[in-house]
């Protein structure tokens, strides 16, 4: 462990040099952050010898949790074993067998895995594919795509305009038409008075309208998250994703469920369209939780209806030349296997299905704090938001409050998340009762101290 305080200053010295994500460009390592050393169980511990809850699981992704020794071990013996394979012209046991499981595990036909590097590669490929498909039967001005203010899909060119948190596009050139977003279906917006029915139908309305308005004959695809994650947890309500895909499917553009966040027992299920909101749909990306953030792995799943379409619309081959060389890497594969491994044995879907109404019960506990103006859980993820003055919202001020929580809950041992305004939490699904009990007297007290400063 490095714990001398000369070492921490000379990783912040080098770390002068690690552009980070997000990071202002013209002030590169000037803000030292926290140094992580080690992890265990749900906690990190930092360069001081701190040991922190990690409440957002590192990125939504730690999900069996830090230190487990069987992904170690399968991941050593796979690199000893076969350490790479080309995945253009080669195949590999562990590639196959995971794709066959995923395939299996996965909703209705989706049954045609292509692995990616992670979240914003699955979701390019996703979009990229949807181009292809239409491509394919011959109608290529069906590309236009639909998406929603405060959703994020990813980092890539075509992902990243596919975002909907406006805030951080500012700077940067984005793909501005073919690119379409609705309203946030955030109930907490709605107008004084509206029910959620009323608001939901709405919503579901803004969709057709623009599918409508674009022409069905011109969109490619509609991609949601069924719970939005880094656009603050924002639960939708109840029915609304079912009712979208119907209305997509009747103007025949495809259904892209963005899971990178929601699958691998987030919401208590191996993938939460189906089972949790009952939707089927035409593709579906994951990533994060497929490996606990072990490795780098993400992935598409394209219906066999969508693959059968094409063949039948062709007379001869046509490749998705689309592809990367880490695609299905052996390594990935093998901590993804290990880790779906730990979720059969320890039944983590079952814990999760069972912990989450405590979960939610103790967040919504510190409802009595004034500042905080809502409390959004589904499974295990949360988002509170905080609100100085609701009848005066102000973004910046609101966000620095939230980042003072943020830096309060540090000090006492949890690890949060801030996300604009909202203090957003997705801990390792291996959390037990007093976990919770602890992250939450620590939020407590981060908001009570945050208050007084
Ligand atoms: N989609 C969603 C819903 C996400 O939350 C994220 C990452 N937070 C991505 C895509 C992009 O994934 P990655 O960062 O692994 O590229």
Redesign the pocket.
Known sequence: MTDSSSDTKDIHRADRHFLH?WEDVTAIGETPRTVLTDSEDIYVTDSDGKRMIDGPGG???VNVGHGREEIIEACAAQMRRLSYFSPWSMASDVAANLARRLAALAPGDLNNVFFT???????DSALRFAFFYNNCLGRPEKKHIISRVN??????YL?ASC?GKMREKAEMDMIEDHIHFLSCPKPKDRPAGQSLEAFRDEKVAELEAMILSVGPEKVAAFIA?PV???GGVIVQPEGYLAACAEVCARHDVLFIA?????SFGRLGHYFASESVFGVQPDML?T??GLTSGYQ?L?ALFISDRLIAEITAATNEGKGFTSGFTYSGHPVACAAAMANLDIFERDGLLEHVRRIAPYFERALRSLSDIPVISDIRVMGLMAGIECELDPANPDEDRDMAFAARVDAACQRHGLLLRPVYNACVMSPPLIITETQIDDMVRILRRGFEEALAA
């Open positions: 994500p990125m939504w992704c590097t992670g979240g914003s590669t699955a979701v959703a994020y899909h990813g980092s890539t992902t975002s998250e939005m994650a880094s963005d899971e990178v966040v929601t990306t990533a994060k780098p993400g």
